[in-house]
């Protein structure tokens, strides 16, 4: 085992956190030189991670963690196996490389301790996401990683695209996260373990399961959502609003794999279906082609780079479906291919836009000359993206081949579509990273020269790493490739592909590929100018969608929220008197289950009876008043009477607090009406006073009948007679109503005299709403005159 | 509401009645009573206080804003759980002692300083709502 104790692990896994919260204060201290020393915690990350390859290659698996919520069954923990350990290095890697770009990139930027802070705590949420073994902490952090991304992409907040960018992408990414955490769930039901280490031996049972398509949909809607797959691609090339650095690191080389990496980790799982080698493949297709289209529409470097983007996560889609053995090693390769290309050229693009202040590729050219090195960066890049040798995106793009090329239609129409994306895809790489540097010089906004060592490099230790990974293609396949690719099918496999060719297919369709992308390259302005058109003629698109239904969320809100808060009391106070009597008689009346009526007292005594006959004549009192303030006080005679009739009946405690609650009542509505300044007398018409009637004598009914059933059942006497008995005893009262009240159900009373309080609070603040500042007693004998 | 025998009468009613509501609170562990009633009796003497001579005299005779003592009694009853910690019981459990005062024995307890919180926030919230109301301005 592991000599590294599980402390450490956790440790490293709060580094970037710990390293969020030192951000603003050491770029307060340092500037942007903060950056050298904050990329020390990725580093450290690395290296930490780095003491498991060995292990790893050898086929081990690490896991570790804590207790969570032990009641819940829930832990802290996590698994290194091939798959994530690629993942955890290519994050902390690039994320090193990263944090120096930014320091360079915006420079002397006020809010760039904060965009530091934003960026760390991204790649601690990202570290969670591929360390994670436990599916609740699983979706703890891939929902983080939505919120940081949001908060960066939003980072220059006073642009109102940003603003949309981020909330879309939190929309669409956040609500893949909720699909996902169902997914997970069922998952969770069907099998009954939680942790992704136990669940690989429960594949066939959850494939068998009737709920296996529901999990399966629900997983896609989150991967898919995250790998911004069509028809959900589009909040990617929006998220470009973000600065440059987020490009790279979150939209290209991190967290959209996020999706792909919850594909592969579950490949063993929920693989090998019909379903899965259905669906996959379709959307992973049509992103890859759609994305490309689209790519070749742009001129912006940054907006080409994120569509292909999109297609390059749509391949990786397609290989995960297939899931044969050729397919997961070209996935491993391509991804990690793509990580380091896509990075590099997306620092490359912002290296341009720093430094010469444009990044529309029409407007650039003959840049070689005076940004050497970025040069070389960028060719190194776009060669590994083109498929190219001696880069390690050559290798990945034989290995597509492999898996692809079978004699029958289906395979050889997805053959098809890798050619037209990976041609397409060369056209782009070529298009970022010749055109700009090649050709006659242009003009640009500012004067072009060579950025600063923070920001060359990064690009150029990826395009460089992209190189080495291929020449020493044993040791990639020894460390990386082959422990990966095992850990996405279950089994064993290793990945053996390298630079030398081999004459086969694989060859020839990298030749037709080759031949494709050079014909497309040198007519893209007419491909540009077609997609254009086609794109106005179709005129709609998801991006115009999304806000549609937002537009149609909010307008459903306001519909609804008109419907039921009208802002008239009277419908309120007519739909709780309904919703009450409906309540009472409701149940009554649909189980059939009537009270008999009571049977009158034998043994009525004469003063119990004058009692009683006070209770009506109090209400007949009310009815005909003749105005308001007269009604007020007859229903206090009513109350009164009750009052007694708790007296007659042996509760004084109740009759005592029905006195007192009677008399504030009226004093208070007595108040409150002179108030209100309505007209003294009730001017009804007569309808309405006959539906007022009948939903009183409703609810008035609806009570009589629901006490009379609760009277009617046997009495349970268990609690009163503990009551009884122990009041005494245990809590030293005699008053048994009290002792409950204070002591045996204290926590109760507290809890109803906050709210008592919170109530007088809110009375008061509506008294007060609508009252001048300075207020006078009418009656008051003290008022010193200039009070108005 | 001004006339002379009410507004001559109320202060002593008023003072009446908050000693009521004091033995009805302190009576209320064994006898029909308790926080909860005694601060309705006592929210009803300071309304009648206030509808007879007006509700500056009464702020002034509280001299705590009505809010702030309701406030004070919910934090009251809340200690008055809390002090069972100390005792290493748990919450809300009812503690007691019984000191020798003047030759009595007295029955104090954590019961008590709860019930008190009550009457308190009864007092306090019922008779800001009372006195807002009756402080209307003049139309």
């Known amino acids: 085992m592991s000599a590294v104790a599980p402390g450490a692990t956790l440790l490293v896994l709060m580094l970037p956190f710990l390293a969020a919260l030192a951000a603003p204060w050491l770029t307060r201290r340092l500037g942007h030189n903060a950056a050298w020393i904050l990329a020390l915690a990725p580093l450290a990350i690395f290296m930490h991670f780095l003491g498991f390859a060995g292990q790893v290659a050898d086929g081990g698996v690490v896991t570790g963690g804590y207790a969570w919520v032990p009641s819940l069954n829930v832990s802290f923990s996590w698994l290194i196996d091939g798959l994530s350990l690629t993942f955890v290095l290519l994050i902390s890697g690039i994320g090193a490389l990263i944090m120096l770009y930014s320091g360079g990139y915006l420079k002397g930027h006020a809010q760039l301790g904060r965009f530091f802070s934003f960026m760390l705590m991204f790649m601690g949420a990202m570290l969670g996401v591929v360390i994670s073994d436990s599916f609740l902490m699983l979706f703890v952090y891939w929902e983080l990683t939505s919120i940081t991304s949001f908060l960066l992409i939003g980072f220059d907040h006073s642009r109102e695209a940003s603003r949309r960018a981020a909330i879309q992408a939190l929309v669409v990414t956040g609500g893949g996260g909720l699909a996902l955490l169902a997914g997970l769930l069922v998952i969770w039901n069907i099998t009954g373990v939680s942790q992704i280490s136990m669940l690989l031996s429960y594949g066939d049972e959850v494939r068998a399961s009737p709920f296996y398509l529901m999990a399966l949909i629900l997983v896609l809607g989150g991967a898919f959502s995250k790998s911004a797959q069509f028809p959900l691609h589009f909040w990617l090339p929006n998220a470009m609003e973000a600065p440059t650095p987020v490009s790279a690191y979150l939209h290209s080389a991190t967290m959209v794999k996020a999706g792909v990496y919850l594909l592969m980790r579950l490949n063993p799982v929920l693989g090998d279906t019909v379903w899965w080698e259905t669906i996959l493949p379709l959307f992973g297709g049509t992103t890859l082609i759609v994305g490309t289209l689209l790519a070749i529409r742009q001129t912006d470097l940054k907006l080409m780079l994120a569509y292909t983007t999109v297609s390059s996560l749509g391949l990786l889609v397609m290989l995960t479906g297939f899931g044969s053995e050729h397919a997961i090693a070209a996935a491993v390769l391509y991804l990690v291919a793509h990580s380091l290309f896509k990075g590099a050229l997306f620092m490359v693009a912002g290296l341009i836009d720093h430094e010469t202040g444009s990044r529309d590729v029409t407007e650039l050219g003959g840049l070689r000359k005076a940004m050497p090195i970025t040069f070389i960066a960028a060719i190194a890049a776009a060669i590994s993206m083109a498929g190219l040798p001696p880069f390690i995106g050559f290798l990945a793009k034989e290995e597509i081949y492999y898996a692809l090329w079978h004699i029958d239609p289906w395979s050889l129409a997805f053959v098809a579509v890798a050619i037209i994306g990976n041609g397409l895809m060369f056209v782009i790489g070529f298009a970022v990273a010749i055109k700009p540097f090649f050709g006659p010089v242009v003009k640009t906004p500012k004067v072009a020269h060579e950025g600063p060592v923070l920001l060359w490099l990064g690009p150029l230790v990826l395009g460089i790493t992209a190189l080495g990974a291929a020449l020493v293609s044993p040791v990639t396949h020894r460390f990386i490739s082959s422990p990966m690719a095992s850990a996405i099918a279950g089994e064993t496999e290793s990945v053996t592909i390298s630079l030398i060719p081999h004459f086969g297919a694989p060859l020839m369709l990298s030749l037709v590929t080759i031949v494709f992308g050079i014909i497309a390259y040198r007519m893209v302005d007419r491909l540009r100018a077609g997609m254009a058109w086609l794109l106005t003629a179709i005129g709609w698109g998801p991006d115009r969608g999304f806000d549609q239904m937002i537009s149609g969320l909010v307008g459903l809100s306001v519909w609804l929220t008109r419907l039921v808060q009208p802002g008239r009391l009277e419908i309120y106070m007519m739909v709780t008197f309904l919703m009450i009597a409906a309540a009472l008689i409701g149940p009554m009346a649909w189980y059939g289950e009537w009270p008999s009526m009571p049977v009158w007292p034998a043994d009525a005594q004469f003063h119990e009876l004058v009692v009683f006959a006070i209770v009506p004549i109090g209400l007949l009192a009310v009815i005909f008043a003749r105005d308001r303030l007269t009604a007020i006080v007859s229903l206090g005679i009513q109350g009164f009477a009750v009052a007694l009739i708790f007296m007659l009946f042996g509760a004084p405690d109740l009759s005592f607090t029905q006195f007192m609650v009677e008399t504030l009542a009226v004093v208070i509505l007595a108040l409150v009406m002179t108030r209100l300044k309505l007209t003294s007398a009730d001017h009804r018409p007569t309808w309405e006073k006959a539906v007022d009637m009948a939903v009183a004598l409703a609810c008035g009914g609806g009570f009589m009948l629901y006490l009379l059933a609760v009277t009617q059942q046997p009495f349970n006497a268990e609690l009163s007679d503990f009551f009884s008995a122990y009041s005494k005893i245990v809590a030293h009262g005699a008053n048994v109503v009290n002792v409950i009240i204070v002591d045996f159900r204290g926590t109760d009373t507290l809890g109803e005299i906050a709210v008592v309080m919170v109530t007088g609070l809110a009375i008061l603040s509506l008294i007060r709403i609508r009252t001048p500042r300075v207020t006078v007693a009418d009656n008051d004998p003290d008022r010193n005159g200039g009070g108005r | ?139």
Request: net charge neutral; hydrophobic share 55%.
């Open chain 2, 1 to 139: 509401m001004r006339t002379v025998i009410f507004r001559s009468i109320a202060p002593y009613l008023t003072s009446l009645m908050m000693l009521f509501s004091i033995f009805v609170l302190l009576r209320g562990h064994n006898e029909p009573g308790g926080g909860f009633i005694g601060g309705l009796i006592a929210a009803s003497a300071l309304a009648i206080y206030g509808i007879a001579c007006g509700v500056a005299p009464v702020r002034r005779a509280i001299y705590f804003h009505p809010m702030a003592i309701s406030a004070f009694g919910l934090f009251l009853s809340a200690s008055a759980g809390v002090l069972s910690v100390f005792a290493g019981v748990p919450y809300m459990t009812g503690l007691w002692v019984y000191p020798h005062v003047f030759g009595v024995e007295l029955a104090l307890s954590s019961v008590l300083v709860f019930d008190v919180g009550v009457y308190l926030v009864v007092v306090g919230a019922i008779s800001s709502i009372a006195l807002a109301l009756e402080e209307r301005d003049r139309d």
